[in-house]
């Protein structure tokens, strides 16, 4: 089986540390530490394995921090496609506080890596996406690259045939809109940046979602967390309700989860209806769990049959 090429620019060594009482202005120590390789196409990727669909993950890595990345990868079972760079991976970390039922994320800027690098990943990762199963773009753009960064890959996947997911916004998602992804996905608020304007109630969402499809995409899915969300299709549009959860541990990472979800599910040959349950699914399981994309298959399978469609 082909594998997933998930392609991002930025990942991270993210940290996740759980405490019983976070207090600040004051020495807090935690209760566990965990590490894992993480960023939004690494955490997509990690999920996709755990569902049982092989990814290769793409991005920039160096130094220590990128040495352990690549050792954690290896573990999950991702396949490597990272380009070396002579800059330090950059570091993460999530503060979980289960008296206050908090969780905070301190978010470091991805280094630049340098003009050969960028050129190396370019002229691999082009060849990379056609030989996939299914391109899935991650991410905004950071400064080194310009709004149409993603424009090639997506060309080059719709030369060979390969099918693309984009879970982005702005104008890193705009520009590629005009290549006829299969399925744009992004959040509400990503939803509101990209269109320049607030989408308070349901019609609204599902407006700016007509827009997104007028722009060139076949498909449009938007997210509201534990809220209601909205598939767009050129044959009809659906509303989900979540499915509800024993308890929310950390959310970081869940729409990464979604996105695997719904790829895996599209994989196995689901209609896209089906495969975007399943998707909420995967997004509400990695809610209950400490980490990203460390949950339970069969978890996932159980949540799914709790999430309530209706045809719109």
């Known amino acids: 089986m082909k594998s997933v090429l998930c392609l991002g620019l930025t990942p991270a060594l993210q940290r996740t540390l759980l405490f019983d009482r976070l207090e600040v202005d004051e020495v807090?120590?935690?209760?566990?530490?965990?590490?894992?390789?993480?960023?939004?196409?690494?955490?997509t990727a990690r999920a996709l394995v755990t569902l049982g669909t092989p990814a290769d993950t793409a991005g920039f890595n160096g130094g220590q921090t990128g040495r352990?990345?690549?050792?954690?990868?290896?573990?999950?079972?991702?396949?490597?496609?990272?380009?070396?760079?002579?800059?330090?991976?950059?570091?993460?970390?999530?503060?979980?506080?289960?008296?206050?039922?908090?969780?905070?994320?301190?978010v470091e800027e991805a280094p630049e890596p340098g003009a050969a690098a960028v050129e190396r990943f370019i002229g691999r990762n082009l060849s990379r996406t056609r030989r996939a199963s299914m391109l899935v773009i991650s991410g905004t753009l950071p400064p080194f690259a310009g709004d149409d960064f993603y424009v090639r890959f997506v060309r080059a996947a719709h030369d060979a045939g390969v099918p693309v997911v984009i879970d982005s916004h702005r104008a890193a998602l705009v520009?590629?809109?005009?290549?006829?992804?299969?399925?744009?996905?992004?959040?509400?608020?990503?939803?509101?940046?990209?269109?320049?304007?607030?989408?308070?109630?349901?019609?609204?969402?599902?407006?700016?979602?007509?827009?997104?499809?007028?722009?060139?995409?076949?498909?449009?899915?938007?997210?509201?967390?534990?809220?209601?969300?909205?598939?767009?299709?050129?044959?009809?549009?659906?509303?989900?309700?979540?499915?509800?959860?024993?308890?929310?541990?950390?959310?970081?990472?869940?729409g990464d989860c979604t996105t695997a979800g719904v790829v895996h599910a599209l994989l196995q040959g689901k209609r896209l209806a089906d495969a975007v349950r399943y998707g909420l699914a995967g997004g509400s399981a990695n809610a209950e769990s400490l980490?990203?994309?460390?949950?339970?298959?069969?978890?996932?399978?159980?949540?799914?049959?709790?999430?309530?469609?209706?045809?719109?």
């Open 28 to 43: 807090n120590r935690a209760r566990q530490v965990v590490e894992s390789a993480a960023g939004k196409a690494l955490n």
């Open 68 to 106: 352990r990345v690549q050792a954690l990868l290896k573990t999950d079972g991702v396949g490597s496609a990272l380009t070396p760079m002579a800059a330090e991976t950059r570091s993460c970390s999530t503060l979980i506080d289960r008296a206050a039922g908090t969780v905070t994320e301190l």
């Open 175 to 254: 520009r590629v809109l005009a290549e006829r992804p299969f399925l744009a996905k992004l959040n509400v608020r990503e939803l509101e940046a990209t269109l320049g304007r607030r989408t308070g109630t349901e019609r609204a969402v599902l407006r700016g979602m007509r827009e997104l499809l007028g722009m060139g995409a076949q498909n449009v899915f938007v997210t509201q967390g534990g809220r209601a969300s909205y598939l767009l299709a050129a044959d009809g549009a659906w509303r989900f309700a979540p499915p509800d959860l024993r308890e929310k541990v950390n959310p970081i990472g869940s």
């Open 291 to 312: 980490t990203p994309a460390d949950f339970a298959p069969g978890r996932v399978r159980a949540l799914a049959r709790g999430v309530k469609a209706v045809r719109l």
